[in-house]
């Protein structure tokens, strides 16, 4: 039972206050709410901490429904620790984001691609004050769809947005993200995962939008139809595990269930419908992040695809019966590293900042579900070493991803442009700017190693070799920027204003915290030991 | 008992239907229209579950699909408010190409 119910539930229930009263208050409400919003959950969630510190695991049954009726609110180590996770990176981006959109306002097309060098330039940038459409004649040495693609990709909707809209609207959709995943991380029922889940993609779909070119619509479109069709084959596994066991409670589906034909056919679409939501499989986050504005893409990359993830661990660890997943989970593994090898080549192929850093999100997420044959065995102590390893791996890849999208933003706003090889001496003009790009690429490349210790002690040195082989190629992506930025140009880029201080010191305090991240590894852990599906409560 | 081999192999078929539009078809309409076909058909799955349970009906999966119903109803408002912006701008219901999908230069 819960000491004091009002902190857990004040935890969704105060951003989604928060949401409504800016969307009810209109433009420069957020000045203040935000704010305030933030500082209230700061205190509920040091309440709520407490709370777990000094008396173990809490749940809390809504409205006094007992189990096979109601919904409880649960709270244990692991969700404490997504919950500070979510808070952190909340405060790192609302500052970013008042900074973003203030220049975000005025920019129309930083998206707007220069040509290569050694192409010759012929053509030149027309403005269109009304619509926005920005043209440039092609060169020879570019096919032909040249000019109509750019055209259409800076083409804005003159009705879509009064201006200074965009601005405001990111607040409220914001909050109610903030609000649903705070809700995901709280449940203890496979359907209100689902009903949480819509609830991310109702409030990430119109976010990416707020970018306001044909292409954020589509990415929204794409990103809408997939989510949905992610959802719903996740409701029918659902439906399978209700018609098999009667409930779906995380505590009485780990007690009923037994491994059979419905069971496997569940199992499979679990694994599919998360693997989708947290970007994994098909690929979808490339081109939905490339078109969505900064503030927008970290939160995709650090919470959404994360609060999915967090589903398929609570669901693989704590529900399925562990004597069938041996065999699959080295299926896993290879699909894994197929996916590390694949998205961390295809990121050193590209020529845009921001597509790079979206397949290095697709390969950093595909190493945490290495962690799925490295736990394999779940009685054995190496396994919650694994299991341990693959969270603090996804938190930090949380912090430095998050870092990496601020960090390209503020080159994007030094260079106005999307394309790296328009980025040479940058690390001239800010230096912070190259520190820390320089210390939250070294992070990315360093982190999968938290992996060894489990692959050592479980023996499986096979996925030694595909982190080997992730851990150059990320090296050489991360590099690949890094020499640019540390180019001495002949004629500097322009810049015009000031160089948005603020903007850049967001990132690096983000990437020093996950540095320091490594000095509480103890404290993390025994975050995460408490009530862990590995402590006492364990199902023989 | 005879609904339960029925209803839920109407309810297979139906979603199948609805993967094989949503993804071939490429008309934005005709694509939302799908993702409610796989909606209906697991509503139809969970229906013929709390119909198993002779003579009282187990009332659960009534409130799943109620939950769930609400939530379709938002997101096809949603993405049918998408689609007719895509067709106000450029004048097509079709999903463009992502230009730089395989890295190769614009």
Redesign the interface.
């Known amino acids: 039972m819960m000491d004091s119910p009002l902190w857990v539930t004040s935890m969704i229930m105060l951003p989604l206050i928060g949401a409504i009263l800016i969307f009810i208050f209109g433009r420069y409400s957020e000045r203040v709410l935000v704010p305030l919003v933030i500082i209230a959950m700061s205190i509920s969630l040091w309440k709520l901490f407490l709370q777990v510190w000094t008396n173990g695991v809490q749940s809390y049954p809504i409205a006094n429904w007992s189990i ?2 109601g919904v409880e609110l649960y709270v244990d180590g692991l969700s404490i620790a997504m919950l500070i996770m979510t808070f952190i990176i909340s405060v790192f981006v609302s500052l970013y984001a008042f900074k973003y959109f203030s220049w975000f306002q005025e920019q129309t097309n930083w998206s707007v ?1 220069i040509p ?1 060098k050694n192409t010759k330039a012929l053509g030149q940038t027309k403005n269109n004050k009304e619509n926005q459409i920005v043209i440039i004649e092609a060169t020879e040495s ?2 032909s769809n ?1 000019v109509e ?2 055209t ?2 800076t ?1 804005r ?1 003159p009705q ?1 947005f009064p201006k200074g809209q965009a601005n405001f609207l990111f607040w409220p959709l914001w909050l109610l993200l903030w609000s649903g995943l705070n809700a995901l991380f709280l449940s203890s029922n496979l ?1 209100s995962f ?2 949480t889940l ?1 609830i991310l ?2 409030a990430s ?2 976010m990416i ?1 707020l970018n306001n070119t ?2 954020a ?6 990103y ?2 997939i989510a ?2 992610a959802s ?1 084959v996740y ?2 596994a659902i ?1 399978f595990l ?2 098999v066991v ?1 409930s779906l409670d995380i505590q009485s589906l780990a007690l009923e269930l037994r491994s059979g034909a419905t069971i496997w056919m569940a199992i499979f679409l679990i694994f599919i419908a998360l693997t989708i939501k947290s970007g994994i499989l098909p690929f979808w986050l ?2 939905t992040i ?2 969505a504005p900064i503030p927008v893409a970290i939160l995709l990359v650090a919470l959404v695809i994360k609060a999915a993830f967090y589903i398929l661990l609570r669901v693989w660890f704590e529900v399925f019966p562990n004597e069938i997943l041996g065999l699959v989970s080295q299926l896993v593994g290879l699909i894994a590293a197929v996916i590390i090898i694949w998205a961390s080549w ?1 990121a050193l ?4 900042l921001i ?1 790079l850093l979206a397949y290095a999100t697709v390969a950093q997420a595909a190493y945490v579900l290495l962690i799925f044959p490295l736990a394999n065995g779940i009685t054995d102590s190496w396994s919650f070493d694994a299991w341990q390893a693959g969270i603090y791996l996804s938190i930090s890849h949380a912090f430095i991803l998050a870092a990496l999208f601020m960090v390209a933003g503020h080159i994007l706003y030094i260079v106005n442009s999307d394309f790296i090889h328009a980025m040479q001496g940058v690390g001239r003009i800010s230096p912070l700017t190259l520190i820390t790009f320089s210390i939250a690429g070294l992070c990315l490349i360093v982190l999968p190693s938290i992996l060894v210790n489990p692959i050592w002690q479980s023996g499986q040195w096979w996925w030694l070799i595909v982190i080997i082989i992730g851990t150059l190629l990320t090296a050489s992506y991360i590099f690949k920027v890094l020499m640019i930025l540390f180019t001495k140009l002949d004629d500097p880029v322009k810049h015009e204003g000031n160089l948005g201080l603020s903007m850049i010191l967001i990132p690096l305090l983000l990437s020093i915290l996950t540095v320091g991240m490594g000095v509480f590894e103890g404290e993390i852990s025994r975050v995460l030991a408490m009530e862990s599906p590995f402590g006492e409560i364990n199902r023989n | 008992m005879a609904d339960f081999v029925f209803l839920p192999l109407v309810s297979m078929g139906v ?1 199948t239907i ?2 094989y539009a ?1 993804i071939l078809d490429t008309d ?1 309409l005709r ?1 939302i229209m799908a ?1 409610n076909f ?2 209906s058909s ?1 509503f139809l ?2 229906i013929s ?1 709390s119909s ?1 349970s002779q003579p009282a009906v ?1 009332a ?2 009534h409130g ?1 699909i109620l ?2 119903i609400v ?1 379709m109803v ?2 096809t408002a ?2 049918l408010m ?2 007719r ?2 067709y ?3 004048g097509q219901l079709y ?2 190409e ?4 395989t ?1 190769e ?2």
């Open positions: 096979p009726l691609p290569d570019l096919p040249y693609t750019v259409v990709t083409k909707d879509a359907f689902y009903v819509e993609t109702l779909v119109p939008v044909v292409l619509l589509n990415a929204a479109m794409r809408l139809f949905v069709f719903m409701l029918l439906a209700y018609g009667g490339t081109s490339a078109n295809q192929q590209q020529r845009q597509r | 979603f609805g993967v949503l934005l694509k993702l796989m909606a697991v799955l969970l579950i198993r187990d659960i999966p799943f939950v769930a939530i938002s997101l949603l993405a998408l689609a912006r895509i106000q701008i450029t999903l463009l992502d230009e730089n999908e890295g230069p614009l």
